[in-house]
């Protein structure tokens, strides 16, 4: 027998709590036979006190609640929390941010409001991560060099927080696309999914070169990677913000090199996107969304905690009760 998240394991038990009132009326209308037999009890009501019955009103009810509560117990009350777990995950990602200065461009909007590129960045891909409850994803940042700045995880408030840590200018000037695409395979060769995808997200080209990106793109293709790109900001001049109170913005144009990116794509059996305004940019994430969609295998559980302890020790201390109640106020004569 269930009840939302509590159940009665064995609640054929529970059917000796009808027979409970019958035993009552049963037991509260004998009494043992008399010891001693009278014509007449007129003589001794002058001397006598109250009667009390041949059980004792409180020690028939205490036994009675013992018997209830030990049947209730038998049943095994338990309350359960339900639980999910994840046997494979529909889809490893990284998301592979662009952090240069050239991220302060003020060309995207939020709320009505003109924001940088990157503040229009975290906010899509917050949503984007939101939306993917059942994926494992990782983060890394680049400009000169790449940083991890999550590795892939399941945790997506924690993934959520190490979002919110990334900074425009935290690793240097410069942008290193190769560098960047080959710290997001490296995260993810290994992993058993059957799904891998590489996100991403640059404004400029590469200028700070360890690795050429289409070789780093032909590397991660091997061990079965996909990468989408996206090239995000306008084609004319941005105000660019210096990140330090009361200097003027200056405005500088776009270094897109939009080629490599889409042989990147190509090359990464992924897809290329162009993102100049905040709505493109949501529209991008959306169809990514849609395209990375795979099976989730879930394994579903129910953690039972027992309250048979609770009814057994609350049995055992109504009997104790009736035993002390019966050996001194509730004791009769024979």
């Not at 890394?140 to 997506?156: D, E, G, Q, Y």
């Not at 696309?177 to 799904?195: C, E, F, V």
């Not at 913000?241 to 913005?249: A, D, K, T, V, Y």
Request: aromatic share 6%; hydrophobic share 45%.
């Amino acid at each position: 027998m269930k009840l939302g998240d509590f159940e009665f394991a064995h609640p054929w038990w529970l059917a000796g709590l009808a027979v409970l009132p019958l035993l009552a009326w049963f037991l509260g209308g004998r009494g043992p036979v008399p010891a001693v037999r009278f014509s007449s009890l007129a003589p001794l009501r002058a001397v006598a006190g109250k009667r009390r019955a041949a059980w004792g009103g409180m020690s028939r009810l205490l036994a009675l609640l013992a018997v209830g509560a030990f049947l209730v117990g038998l049943a095994r009350p338990r309350l359960g929390k339900a639980h999910d777990i994840i046997e494979s995950s529909g889809v490893d990602i990284v998301l592979v941010l662009d952090v240069s200065p050239s991220m302060r461009a003020e060309d995207f909007t939020l709320g009505g409001q003109r924001v940088n590129r990157l503040d229009a960045v975290k906010d899509v891909t917050r949503r984007f991560i939101e939306g993917r409850p059942n994926d494992r994803i990782g983060i890394v940042a680049f400009a000169r060099a790449p940083f991890v700045v999550s590795a892939i995880t399941l945790n997506h408030d924690w993934l959520l927080k190490n979002l919110e840590r990334i900074a425009i200018g935290m690793l240097g000037d410069g942008t290193s696309i190769g560098g960047a695409i080959a710290s997001a395979s490296n995260r993810l060769k290994d992993n058993p999914s059957k799904s891998k995808v590489v996100i991403l997200l640059t404004d400029g080209a590469e200028t700070v070169t360890t690795i050429k990106p289409s070789i780093a793109a032909e590397a991660a293709k091997a061990v079965g990677i996909r990468i989408h790109t996206i090239a995000a900001g306008t084609d004319q001049p941005a105000s660019i913000g210096s990140g330090i109170p009361f200097l003027r913005p200056m405005t500088r144009g776009s270094d897109l090199d939009e080629a490599s990116l889409r042989e990147i794509a190509e090359i990464g059996n992924g897809k290329f996107f162009r993102a100049t305004d905040s709505d493109s940019l949501n529209k991008v994430f959306e169809e990514i969304d849609r395209l990375e969609k795979t099976e989730v295998k879930l394994k579903k559980f129910t953690e039972w905690r027992e309250l048979f302890p609770w009814f057994a020790a609350a049995g055992a201390l109504l009997l104790a009760m009736q035993l002390i109640h019966s050996a001194t106020a509730g004791r009769s004569l024979p």
